[in-house]
């Protein structure tokens, strides 16, 4: 989800400020307009006595509850109808958290608070009640070619699947080089490179028409993989399209291609789980660095990107450690997943792993689909009244 909203910050403390700064990096409000001001809670009450006030406050208080209500009633007289205000204060009372919450206030936060706060305390704000549950999206990407990552996308897929009594669907965005077709030996009429040809005629219904079903679980939305220039993705299409199938399954396994284009690091930032594949060399650690480097200021709230070794142990002799790449990184690898033949046999039959994993191997995929695939949340939203409502109520209930 992306929020499009107009958001007035209004800080006293450096810390509200560095926080509202970062927020600004944050995939949820990419498209969203911040204006820091100053001055805290007095701050947007000037600031506003002369102009509409956005969709959205947020203000810094010291105040003690009697002089907190003064200004919450001077800055209720100068929002408009529908504005939400979240207010962080220091007052650490759960009495008032609840009071205010329950005049109308959006939220209270005790000071300091971080950005991924912000963030999560905006979402709840803003999320669509009446939603149905959205699905998770978990991303794979490799670190650099022929890491493995489409294969071990594959297979966590499948592994979710089986394993749950969810719907799961696999998109191969690789329009180039995609093997998902070849993966699952399936040879589709559509596929995902027309549906993003013509992103006005996506919809669940085409989407449902397109999608291979493999099963009653996994459904798979496979890529031309035609060594051909495609025109550049546009992020919208990509942003609908998953919106769409985050409506239609509990879990939607996303395989990119290894190109740093511009609707590659949205679907990274955007992912619920967002999983780097890497070898255990050097190469591979100098592009893990500068994809995490790109990747984790941009993800805000959301879990931190997990890195997962592959092809353990296939060149003994000069591969890097696992202890190598934490210290490098700052980062433990997440899951090491062993070389292993059976990939490739298993893709030359069109199949995938299934049983015939076994040992380190089993543990591994197992452990990577734990990691990557946790039951989808549901969507809530407070049940706020529009600010400027609670106005006349303030006082009895303060007084």
């Keep these: 989800m992306i929020l499009r909203l107009a958001i007035g910050g209004f800080p006293s403390s450096p810390e509200l400020t560095r926080a509202l700064e970062q ?8 498209r969203s307009r911040i204006e820091i001001g100053s001055g805290g809670l007095s701050g947007a009450i000037e600031r506003y006595r002369g102009a509409a006030s956005p969709e959205l406050l947020i203000v ?11 200004q919450l009633e001077s800055l209720a007289e100068v929002c408009v109808k529908g504005t939400q205000v979240i207010v962080i204060g220091s007052l650490n009372d759960i009495a008032v958290y609840r009071r205010l919450l329950a005049l109308g206030v959006g939220d209270y936060l005790v000071a300091p608070v971080t950005a991924a706060q912000l963030a999560a305390s905006i979402e709840a704000l803003f999320a669509d009640p009446g939603a149905a549950p959205t699905g998770r999206l978990i991303a794979f990407a490799g670190a650099r070619g022929g890491v493995g990552s489409s294969a071990l996308a594959h297979n966590t897929a499948h592994i979710l699947a089986q394993g749950k009594d969810e719907d799961v669907v696999l998109v191969d965005l690789d329009l180039a080089y995609g093997t998902l077709g070849l993966a699952f ?8 490179g027309e549906l993003l040809s013509d992103p006005d005629r996506i919809d669940a219904q085409l989407i449902d028409r397109v999608v291979v079903k493999l099963d009653e679980r996994l459904k798979l939305l496979p890529s031309p993989g035609l060594n051909r220039y495609w ?16 409506g239609m399954a509990s879990q939607v396994v996303v395989d990119l291609p290894h190109q740093w284009t511009p609707f590659v690091a949205h679907v990274l930032e955007m992912a619920d789980a967002a999983i780097l594949v890497s070898t255990p ?14 990747l984790a200021p941009r993800r805000g709230a959301r879990e931190p990107v997990r890195l997962v070794l592959n092809k353990l142990d296939q060149m003994k002799k000069t591969q890097l450690s696992l202890k190598d790449f934490e210290e490098a990184l700052k980062l433990k690898p997440a899951v090491a997943i062993p070389f292993d033949p059976a990939f490739g046999d298993a893709l030359n039959e069109g199949q995938m792993l299934g049983k015939r994993a076994k040992g380190k191997l089993a543990e591994g995929l197992a452990a990577l689909a734990a990691l990557a695939g946790p039951r989808a949340q549901r969507q809530t939203k407070r049940d706020g009244k529009a600010f400027p409502a609670w106005l006349k109520r303030l006082k009895p209930a303060l007084g």
């Design 231 to 246: 025109p550049p993705v546009e992020i919208d299409a990509v942003e609908r399209l998953l919106g769409l199938l985050r």
């Design 185 to 192: 030996n399936v040879d589709p009429r559509q596929t995902v």
């Design 281 to 294: 060399d050097l190469a591979g650690l100098r592009d893990s660095k500068a994809m995490l480097d790109q």
């Design 60 to 70: 810094e208080t010291g105040a003690d509850l009697a002089a907190l209500q003064t």
């Design 23 to 30: 927020l600004r990096d944050d995939t949820l409000l990419s």
